[in-house]
């Protein structure tokens, strides 16, 4: 009689439960990616505060006197 491995055993054991719940998982876990990818698309590139004006302030070049 052959023996059969403890891998094997494990093989022929999955339950179709399992696998159901494991795809609905990786589904779950590639929409919440693409979830939090595309809040970043729909930011601005440049924020602003409610002022009108960028963040940014031109950069004044000069030698200081």
């Given at each position: ?28 876990f ?7 990818i ?11 505060f ?16």
């Open positions: 009689m052959k023996k059969k491995s403890t891998y094997r055993l494990l093989l022929q054991s999955e339950e179709k439960n399992r696998n159901i719940l494991e795809a609905a998982l990786y589904a779950l590639a929409l919440s990616a693409l979830t939090a595309w809040q970043f698309v729909e930011e601005p590139a440049m924020p602003h409610g002022t009108g004006m960028f963040i940014e302030q031109p950069a004044k070049a000069g030698i200081p006197s």
